[in-house]
């Protein structure tokens, strides 16, 4: 029998090790970055004095800490913007390595910058530039690399891309910190900064291995798009950063009159042939639905269309899953300061219980890839992307459980074990192998070629919305609203509650999701 072309070689391809080597190199820039931004900018811009002031050692946290949020803040909003970047004008390869050598030149001016603080928090302003542009081409670059003869071998490549991922980060974690206490802040980040410029070096090394997915022609309407867009986020950044009493109804505001201005101005090149995702629905909406926007634009836009459509659906539950992981990083850490650190005979620091969390990662992984996954479709239970985000909220929803039931003890005046949030952080940490991957991987093959970078975007943004749904929550909290009866371990069980809802809601939705590959 003749061979077909789409025929499994089993082979990976040969960009694949440059990828996994540049991303190591840049988590470990970015976590060693982020292990001692809060202490050093409390102690070197805020504190400066070392006063023991309880008045000055509040204020100087709630800057540091209000720093470090806005630099992460930005850091995940951006994506979206590289993704456009890279979709509509310089593809993804030229989008990670210009975007990567900006990062590096931030990272190494925070090294040189360390007593100024206007030059420093510019300079964490162009790591988030960087960081956040690149993120989400890093990802669909990996899939890219790929075609249908050895599109079986996609969920091994980002389950490797994610290790990577935890392997910088732990070592960076675990260095950083302890090169800061013994030889300063400019070693302390002068180290990370070297490591990107490895990073950027790493992937530029590849260059002709890489299989690169081109951009479209460029279109000078797009560019005024993205502009238009990134001055918006700009301006509304300044506004909170001077207005924050005023509240996000200015803001919204103005954004739907951008928004409108944008239909009107643009609306011959929205609904022009071939069609982009907005257009397209647009005509859809107002003229009879999807059935007639196909007798307009084809059967095959359509259909990429509703799968954009499908994949959002998707992440319309993701937010949930961030909203009680991101929780392990905070208000695991106040809960962990309460408890009994003294396990496998080692007085642990609150601080460094989060560590388990990569530990268990690099462990888990190929746990489920290798052994767990096989072993569930030998016996005709089969594993696809939606049920193993599923069992992730069920599993993220037990963590809390624990946390929930950890909390309740300490309420009662009893000092529990850390080994206890250990366990807690083990089930977490399968909930997250499930969510977290497999989203990665849905990401990609679920969403057209012209759409890949900004659905990419749009899964890191998910991060975002959660930690705001936490933050609506804990502020409701504070000022006395209806969620002040959620406190102690009554905030976890609401947690609970939440994630436990969103995992019966996504249990019966998600049979209904059809799924399409785009491997290209």
Known sequence: MAETPTQKTGKFPSSIPYIIGNEAAERFNYYGLRAILTTFMVAQFYNHSGSTDPDVVQAAEATANAKTHDFVAMTYLLPMFGGMMADWFWGKYKTILWLSMLYACGSVMV????DSEVMFTTSLMLIALGAGGIKPCVSANVGDQFDESNSHLISKAFDAFYASINAGSVLSILLIPYLKSHYGATVAFGVPAIAMGVAVFFFWLGRNKYRRVPPPKFDSNKMVILLTAFLSLVASYLYFDKYKHAGIGPVLGAWLVLVLALAFVFKKQWFAKPGNFVGINLYALTNGGFAAASKEYGDDAIA???????VLSVFAFIPVFWA???QSQSEWVVQASKMDLNFLGIKWEAEQISFVNAAFILAFIPLFSFVIFPALNKAGLKVTPLRKIGVGFVLTALSFVIIA???GWIDAGEKPNISWQILAFVVLTAGEVLISITGLE???TQSPPSMKSTIMACWLISV???????????NNIKDGGFFAQFHGANFFWLFTGICGATAVLFMIISPRIKEKSYII
């Open 111 to 114: 090294a040189l910058s360390v």
């Open 324 to 326: 009680l992981w991101d």
């Open 464 to 474: 975002t919305l959660g930690n705001v749904l936490v933050s609506v929550i804990q």
């Open 304 to 310: 990429g269309i509703r799968s954009v459509w499908r």
């Open 405 to 407: 039931i950890i909390q």
């Open 442 to 444: 849905y990401a990609y």
